[in-house]
């Protein structure tokens, strides 16, 4: 299913899918909001039987005509991407938050999210693995400079210094040391009072990807 | 919402909840097909409208009655525990693949799970955060034993060595040391052909949780 699938060009203004991440987009909302209700409803066995016949019906309408392998990552050529699928920031998977990275400058990157029920470990908390999932994501974006260049993920080191209640939590990141092949990045993952992941990534830039610095 | 919450202990038999489970299992496995479908479907606005519409109808058949928070984590007095909520292994949580932990002896674990297009990161492959998740959740898994004891993640450094194509992936961890307070846990993530990412893990048993080692 997955092999050959890379990075596909599309030859389209920005605006392009401006229709299909609106009505999209809403359907996601309301898949988020049904993975909530899935875990915290508390209605009875007949209840929730109709419910699923009902989104039965839903899902074979929306399955009549699907692409065959996942979503993939388009671009244009003014660098607009679309990765609607992503585990953390696609619009349209609703595993994802979704995370909004926003790139402060070169190099530096934060992002503020609500993780609710669905992002539960031990009991009241975030899973300390999505802790490393949104990490992961959010420093792999800050060696890419904010996709101006391509960069893999080498090694991840992560330290759990505090548990982290479910609610509001803040990401922040950014590039400790680049000399254009490999860049380190620390991040953290914490309340607004208290820092609960500190982690340090190692990106590697692919001998095929150009070496680019920070903001070319 | 999440001050105070803690392991519920609950004084019920083992298949107290096996309605619940069927019903909301149900319900839940219909979720993850919708997930899936609103990353994949190629329907067009309208129908992507009707169906939205239809999916609110559900969930405020479902918000009816909700718990006020999340699902939290109760147990019984055979040791059975409940975390339907849990973001790895609930299976009342979409988000979930949701991962099986199978417990081959003492300090030894694995998994084979399917990932699709939900758990996508770069095009066609799976996100390098997502395989962080699964692997943190099944080196906890194996540092308490099967949940003979309480620890807690202290450290976790992971080495990408390959890419990982969407599908069926595998998981195994063993402990390679132990002193009874800290555990040391390694474990990989792969195909049946390659490893793709290596991961040590150093797991804490808090002093307030007994020092009883593997098996106890």
Sequence with gaps: MTEGVTFEFLDVPDDHFAEDEEVYGGLAAEVRRLVDLTIRSRSGAAEVRTATARLREVNDLLARDTRPGPAGVAFNATGRAWNWGNAVVGERNAIAPPLVVEHDGPGESRATVHLGAAYEGPPGMVHGGVSALLLDHLMGETASS????????GTLTLRYVAPLPLGEVRLAGRITEDDGRKVLVTATIGTAEQ?????????????????????N
Excluded: D, K, Q
């Design 146 to 153: 904010g996709f101006t260049r391509v960069t893999m993920t």
């Design 195 to 215: 820092v609960a992941v500190e982690a340090t990534g190692l990106f590697i830039v692919p001998s095929w990807a150009g070496t680019n610095g920070p903001g």
